[in-house]
């Protein structure tokens, strides 16, 4: 379970420093501020994809996960097992 601040980013290559301009402070200032992650998530990519702030030199691909501040228990659980006999 994530704590309930944490934030898991997937990204392409756009992110890096050298194609995006964006310091990892600076992603990490982005992603933990307060707010709703798709507004966060908004912020970042606009960030790093312009010359503006030394980036928009790639392609930015993006996908981010948090806990729900609501959640207590996983939101996925595993599939009860199941046994199937043949013959």
Known sequence: ILPKS?????????????YSGMTEVRLNELL???GPLEE????????????RYGGGRDN???????????????????APATTRRTG
């Not at 948090?66 to 996925?76: D, G, I, W």
């Open 40 to 51: 966060r998530i908004s912020a970042l990519m606009s960030e790093a994809g312009t010359t």
């Open 60 to 78: 930015l691909s993006v996908v981010a996960l948090t806990r729900s501040p609501t959640q207590r228990r996983p939101a996925m659980q595993p």
């Open 32 to 34: 933990l501020a307060p």
């Open 6 to 18: 944490a934030v898991v980013l997937m990204a392409s290559d756009g992110i890096l420093p050298d």
